[in-house]
């Protein structure tokens, strides 16, 4: 076994002993000694002169961290609600079946660790599974037996034979089986890219122009929240700070959302460019990409981008021959953990602490990373502030709707034929989407994923734009003989794995929403469990910290609104003054079978019915 | 006074605190049995309830089926049913079994426990003792039940001004002192 604390020691060594990368400083220790073990938060603790406390706190907030040692190969399979309508169960059972092992375990030869994980950002070929750093996609159960015997015997990675997936994915710094399915380049992030041209036009014009230009253009941001772009780069220029930086969110953990990998893939040069430009707009030096954990396969090929561009005098000092205007960017890389893409969650990780939300006020544009004036966007956000800047901000602004300008990058999962990422003007209505993506006998569809809404038939006119349909990208299509509340439940799920447990109406409050709906689903719910439902879906959504819980009621209440029906058919009338959800007969059934007699009044009989 | 209305009371696995708490409104029993005639309840031991009642109170959560069986027959015959003291909103101590199998909590009671003694080497299983659940209910957990009153036990005062609240149809308050517990 690996000495915990030599390389705890050593990786520590690697950073400077800077406190700050204590995140990079995890991911090293995890990869190099199999876990963060108590001997290494004592070492790294030292090293850092951090309290242990504070070490350990963030040693345990990410899922990719152990402090047990976990197999060779950790295998995460995705078990979201695409995977699990895409056959992820049957998958589950070879693994377990191949390994002789249950989800959460180890073999007893070291080789092989079972996890599940939420999205990994792979819903258009689900079922889709992580081993350590590489994607295996549209999983088969024959699969699944050749993977656990080329490992056992070969004891590499390098031994998987994958088939390499299309475009950058082939590259061989990533050589992944991923597939960008991009089956619609629209005009502003998949349209061919020259760099350095935004980018030479934004270092012609001052700062402020910049900031009018993206004004301009009513870009709004492409993360989820809508937040008008030009707006927070002119509070960030405005805030007083000796430092600036920018930051790009591309933690993409909603569920059914993947377009930014296809963009990080695709047009990871038009990103930096992006971020380079507003770097320029706000007075800012220096850029960070988060990186979520799941798509490490990327940071070899995009530091090597990053590489290509300090060479092309695009990042580092006097850009472009600009003289004084110096920019740089590195890659934070996270570890498993949705709750970091909400952007005072993803500083406090990049900062090197466990990724808890922080409460705003103050915003990021005040205080954000090392409480400086940060811009955050997302990856596409940044894309399309680039282009907007080539192309001037009328051209943008004759895209889309009036509220919603632009296009967007849309990724599309579940029943339908052409699942992938399109690139389409704001203001199609998901008719027209259904159409394209060759969806048919559709019965509801899932906007904004996980903490969005479902949306039955009656709905499918509307548009997608920021003032009627808002999504960060994620599209998923039901079909079909798919149960909306078993649907639901899956989200719920989703959220009560990923509350940070910061807040009770988060944490508690998911719990509960999950189990009251579980009742719907086991015949066991009442009338009353409709108003439960809704009330405490409010307490949960107004009391919680962040957007996390704010949000994780949606997908009870989208289809309390959608599919109020589903429920009402589920309510179940048992005859009794018994809430359908107690069973007397099942209760007593432990101690009957321990005094060996049947109960005095509940007996045999069905729950309820009297002796 | 023939139509008065009734009030049954019971307790379920409590420890009968709450009861006690209600005798503790002391001379104000007196108009209380003015306002109402008492039907089952510890307190007459009457056993069955006789007629339809206005107001169940319910002392203690579901530990056994013979709780069940008294709740249920509470519930028929009650209009309202308060759950009084935090056994019957939550469980409350005899609900720390909970995170214990039940065989394991019974092993340790009549079998493994260090203080004793049981020559025969078997559990209790006199169709006189009634079967315990899987884990302990609250009561809401397994009729519906109309109002919740906290506390361990709540005061004479707060169990007084919920009745009388009740009794008189009028709104019921609660002042922050009365159902504060730290
Ligand atoms: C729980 C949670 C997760 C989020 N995840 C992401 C994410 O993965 N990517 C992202 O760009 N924004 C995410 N956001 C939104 C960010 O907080 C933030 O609004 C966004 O990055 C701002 O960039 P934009 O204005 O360009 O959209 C998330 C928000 C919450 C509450
Ligand atoms: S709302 Fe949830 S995720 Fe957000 S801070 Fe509270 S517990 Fe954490
Ligand atoms: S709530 Fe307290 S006083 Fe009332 S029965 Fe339970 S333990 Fe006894
Ligand atoms: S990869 Fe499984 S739902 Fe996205």
Redo the contacts with the bound molecule.
Sequence with gaps: MTDNASVSRQVCGNFGNDKGRLMDILIGVQAQAGCIAPEALDEIAKSLSMNRVEVESAATFYAFFSDKMRGRFVIRLCNDVIDQLQGADRVAAAFRAELGIEFGQTTADGLFSLAYTPCIGMSDQAPAVLINDRVVTKVSTDMVREIVQTLRTGKSLEHLKLTLGDGNNSHPLVRAMVNNNLRERGAVVFAPYTPGVALQRALSEQPVEIIKIIKASRL????????P?GM?WEFTRAAPGERKFVVC??????PG?FK?RVILTEAPGLVFEGMTIAGYAVGASEGIVYL?GEYAYLLAYLEDVLAKRRAAGLLGRDILGKAGFKFDIRIQLGAGA?????????LSSCEGKAGN?KTRPPFPAQKGYLDMPTV???????CAAARIVENGPSWFASMGTKASSGTKVFSVSGDCAQPGVYEIPFGITVQELLARVGATDTIAVQVGGA?GRMIGPSEFGRQFCFDQLAT?GSVMVFGKGRDPLAIAHGFMDFFVE?SCGYCTPCRVGTRLLRERLGRFLEGRAEAADLDYLEKTSKVVKNASR???G??APNPILSTLQSFRSEYERCIKKNGTVFLPSFDPGKAVAVAAGIAGRASEHFGTKKGGVKA | MANKPKVATCSLAGCFGCHMSLLDIDDRILKLVELVEFDRSPINDIKRIEGRCAIGIIEGGCCTEDNVHVLEHFREHCDVLVSTGDCATMGGIPALRNTIPLRECLEEAYLKGPSVYNPSGRLPGDPEIPLMLDKVYPCHEVVKIDYHLPGCPPSADAIWETLVALLSGKPLSLPYGLIKYD
């Excluded at chain 1, 941001?221 to 809508?226: K, L, V």
């Design positions: 709004r941001g492409r993360g989820g929240a809508g937040f772009t927070k969110n591309a933690d993409e953990g909603e959302t930014d979520r949705y709750v970091c893409g909400e952007e005072t969650a993803l939300p955050i966007n997302n990856v596409e956000t940044h903490s960060g990923e962040c957007g996390l704010q949000t």
